[in-house]
Structures are given as structure tokens and as C-alpha cells.
């Protein structure tokens, strides 16, 4: 489409500011089961979704095809959205920063182009390894997910902004089995660089952590110092990511609702947003309002400094968009805790009673956004002493996701990428109430 003679179009019909955002999306996904190809998928999406102001309000118009023919019904589509909208928020098509910051390292080419037949050869080489590594590895799943976005935004007051990202993970799924239990395990490690797929690092944590865990049962009830591994921390803090969302403070729909500029966690914890974050599909230069993204610290050292916002939100503050206006709501790009000095056993040996916690689940289901509350099933080690006694199962961690951050006493250095869209590393809490037998 003539992008000029759509602009020239609206303003003929007295659309004030019209703006076009193009979204490209290649996805690869592959599953092996039992050496075999069980699933193999190549899809490529593209959403096209024009905005345009008439009348002070904004009309929306989506498709997938732009072309000439249609510029008319397009223009005639947002101003009858727009006449259709009640809403007291003000429309904004956004002129645009002095600056954006150019990324050249989140789009490999040469993941984009290997061979896919050397995808699932790795991939067949890995489901191999995992199945000889131990007879008591019963059935094996590999995957391997390959995502590239290319964002495309042109608007009437001049802005031509492009950004291409990619990523991928590779990771598997068994079940290992002995005489009197059986027990999962999975993993998966997230790059752009193909060559960081150490199948066999993989496939050893992956059995190691799921044979350690058989014959595992509850512990009594207590309150138990906590260590979280980087991978059970992630998914605790999936359900909690929505929380810096200014759109959700202003609906009181975060528990961070008038907590700026306190503590509301240890000098340990610093949280940011990292956009610019290289080997993830998610990093971006702009938002998709055409705001300049940029490193941002949410949480510095305990205290909250910002909420992130959108065009919108920021308004109603009296404040600049922080450049996380996505897909019509406000979110991270790439929620980070930022890694810190302890490793993962020196947690572990400082505990003299305590659960080390490899995994948890129901993390959406059982935490609350607004009270912070959370009750999550969880599954990990006993620790007696600073040494691993046992493995545990059948137990419920719980407590308030800011007095679990006030209670940070040691952060660990192995901060790692996780398919939720959150980077943590493993983290030791005071104490926190669990329950078992």
C-alpha cells in the first residue's frame, strides 16, 4: 500500500493523526517423542493494525492485506470506531522521540537460516542421550521453539521505525522411574545462538534433578528458611509481572497501588526492565506506540522508583511514557531481577533448616495480584545442616510476594532466561510458611 496516500487520504476526511503498525511473525516448532518427529510446525503470521484520531477519539481498523483498493474502507472503518467509543481517555498518536537506540545483536541470521534438518538432528541427538543416560529414564519428549518478530510504524507525524528480533529454546520433558515412584523432570535453555545448545548440559540437569527427586514426600509443618531455584522463581514471578503496570495501579488492580518511592523489598533486590536484552525476541527499540524503550529500574536496592506506563497512563500521571505501550495495554519488555553475588550452594550450605525449592506450580491460580498473596504447590529438597537430606514433594509454600521480597537474604549470581519472559536467579527468604504432613 501507498502509506503517503493513506496519510493524505485521512486528512482529506478529517482524521487528524493516523498511525500503521505492522507486526511479522515466523514460528518454528518441533517435538521429538521416543526419537521420533511427533510434531513439526512452521507458522508465519502478520497482523496489520491501523489507528486513527477523529473527532478526539480513537478508531481502530485490523487486518492482514493492505492495499490500495481498500484505503477508503479503512479510513471510513476508524471513524466509525472512533464515533463508537465513550471512553474518557485521551487519544494520542505519539511524534516521537529525539533518539532510538540502534540494536544490532538481537537478530542472529544464522539461526534464522540453518537448516532446519539440522534443528532436528540436535534435537534426535539430545532425545538419544537422554535415553541412554539411565535406565531408569522411562519416556523422553525434546523440544525446540524458534520465534522471530519484525515490527514495522509509520505515522503521520513522521515516524519510520523498524525492529527485527529472534530467539529460540531448546529443552526436553521425562519421566524417570524406580521400583516405588516415578517422577518429571524438564528444562529448556533460551539463545539466538544455536551453538549455546549444549544438549548434553541440558539433558544431564534435566535426569540429574528428576532421579534426585524420587522417593520424595512432605515434610512436616513449619515455617523453614527458603531457597527458590532461578527456574521456581521465575514462575512465582510470572503471575506477579503485571504488577508495575500503571494501567493496573490506576485500576487498583496492583498491590504496588501508592507504594513509590518506598521499600517495599531487601537492599538485595533491584528489578528492571530490559529491553535491549540480547537473545531475546522480545527486545525492542521502541514501544508499539513509537516510544523510545530504555533500560528502566523498577525496584533499586528494596525501593520501587517506577510503574511502567503507556501513552495513557502516563498522561493521567502527569509523567513521559516509559516506552512499555504494547498490544494496547502497558507490560515489561524483559522483566529482569538483576543477578547477585552468592552461588547456589552457598545458599544451600548457610541454611540450617530449610527447603530448597526446585519447583512450583499453580502459580496463576494461586497468587493474588492485588493482596499479593500466593499459596503454591512445590516440590524441592529438605535441608538439615547446609547439605540436601532428601528429596520433598506434596508441600504448599505461602506468603505475600512483598514480605517474601523484604526477606531476601542472599541473591544468586545464576540469573537465567526463562520461557515465561522473566529472568531471575535463585534467591534465600528468611522463612516462609510451608505446609506437608
Known amino acids: 500500500m501507498n502509506i503517503d496516500k493513506l496519510f493524505k487520504r485521512a486528512s482529506e476526511k478529517s482524521v487528524t493523526d493516523i498511525q500503521v503498525f505492522v507486526s511479522d511473525k515466523n514460528n518454528l516448532n518441533i517435538e521429538i517423542f521416543e526419537g521420533k518427529v511427533d510434531s513439526y510446525v512452521i507458522a508465519d503470521t502478520s497482523s496489520i493494525i491501523i489507528k486513527g484520531i477523529y473527532n478526539k477519539k480513537m478508531g481502530t481498523y485490523v487486518t492482514e492485506v493492505l492495499e490500495d483498493d481498500i484505503i477508503d474502507e479503512i479510513i471510513d472503518t476508524i471513524?466509525?470506531?472512533?464515533?463508537?467509543?465513550?471512553?474518557?481517555?485521551?487519544?494520542?498518536?505519539?511524534e516521537g522521540d529525539k533518539e532510538y537506540k540502534k540494536l544490532t545483536d538481537i537478530f542472529n541470521e544464522n539461526l534464522f537460516n540453518l537448516d532446519v534438518k539440522k534443528k532436528i538432528e540436535k534435537l534426535q541427538k539430545m532425545d538419544k542421550y537422554l535415553h541412554e543416560y539411565?535406565?531408569?529414564?522411562?519416556?523422553?519428549?525434546?523440544?525446540?521453539?524458534?520465534?522471530?518478530?519484525?515490527?514495522?510504524?509509520?505515522?503521520?507525524?513522521?515516524?519510520?521505525?523498524?525492529?527485527?528480533?529472534?530467539?529460540?529454546?531448546?529443552?526436553?520433558?521425562?519421566?524417570?522411574?524406580?521400583?516405588?515412584?516415578?517422577?518429571?523432570?524438564?528444562?529448556?535453555?533460551?539463545?539466538?545462538?544455536?551453538d549455546d545448545f549444549d544438549i548434553k548440559k541440558i539433558s544431564k540437569e534435566i535426569i540429574d534433578n528428576a532421579l534426585a527427586s524420587l522417593g520424595a514426600k512432605p515434610v512436616p509443618s513449619d515455617s523453614y528458611e527458603v531457597v527458590f531455584s532461578n527456574g521456581a522463581l521465575a514462575t512465582l514471578f510470572?503471575?506477579?509481572?503485571?504488577?508495575?503496570?500503571?494501567?493496573?495501579?490506576?485500576?487498583?488492580?496492583?498491590?504496588?497501588?501508592?507504594?513509590?518511592?518506598?521499600?517495599?523489598?531487601?537492599?538485595?533486590?533491584?528489578?528492571?526492565?530490559?529491553?535491549?536484552?540480547?537473545?531475546?525476541?522480545?527486545?525492542?527499540s521502541f514501544d508499539d506506540e513509537g516510544v523510545a524503550t530504555y533500560y528502566k529500574e523498577l525496584i533499586k536496592e528494596g525501593t520501587l522508583k517506577t510503574y511502567l506506563h503507556n501513552l495513557v497512563t502516563a498522561k493521567k500521571d502527569n509523567v513521559k511514557s516509559t516506552g512499555n505501550g504494547f498490544g494496547g495495554s502497558v507490560s515489561a519488555v524483559n522483566l529482569k531481577m538483576e543477578a547477585g553475588k552468592s552461588t547456589l550452594d552457598e545458599m544451600i550450605k548457610s541454611m540450617d533448616e530449610g527447603i530448597y525449592i526446585t519447583d512450583v506450580?499453580?502459580?496463576?491460580?494461586?497468587?493474588?495480584?492485588?493482596?499479593?498473596?500466593?499459596?503454591?504447590?512445590?516440590?524441592?529438597?529438605?535441608?538439615?545442616?547446609g547439605k540436601k537430606e532428601r528429596p520433598v514433594a506434596l508441600i504448599t509454600v505461602a506468603g505475600n510476594f512483598i514480605d517474601m521480597l523484604k526477606d531476601i537474604t542472599m541473591v544468586g549470581k545464576d540469573a537465567k532466561m526463562s520461557y515465561y519472559g522473566v529472568t531471575t536467579p535463585s534467591i534465600k527468604v528468611k522463612s516462609m510458611p510451608v505446609s506437608g504432613s
Not at 522411562?138 to 530467539?167: C, F, P, R
Not at 513509590?260 to 531487601?266: E, R
Open 79 to 94: 471513524i466509525a470506531s472512533a464515533k463508537e467509543i465513550d471512553s474518557l481517555d485521551d487519544a494520542i498518536i505519539y
Open 361 to 385: 506450580q499453580g502459580a496463576h491460580a494461586g497468587a493474588n495480584a492485588v493482596s499479593g498473596e500466593f499459596s503454591l504447590q512445590a516440590m524441592g529438597y529438605y535441608v538439615k545442616n
Open 134 to 194: 539411565d535406565k531408569r529414564v522411562s519416556v523422553v519428549e525434546t523440544m525446540y521453539s524458534e520465534n522471530t518478530n519484525n515490527v514495522i510504524l509509520k505515522n503521520s507525524k513522521g515516524l519510520d521505525l523498524k525492529n527485527k528480533a529472534n530467539s529460540a529454546y531448546m529443552g526436553g520433558q521425562v519421566i524417570v522411574k524406580d521400583d516405588k515412584d516415578q517422577r518429571v523432570g524438564f528444562d529448556v535453555l533460551i539463545s539466538n545462538d544455536f
Open 238 to 284: 510470572s503471575a506477579f509481572q503485571n504488577i508495575f503496570s500503571a494501567d493496573a495501579v490506576q485500576k487498583n488492580l496492583s498491590l504496588l497501588k501508592g507504594k513509590l518511592d518506598k521499600v517495599i523489598g531487601s537492599d538485595l533486590v533491584t528489578i528492571v526492565d530490559d529491553p535491549f536484552m540480547k537473545k531475546s525476541a522480545r527486545s525492542r
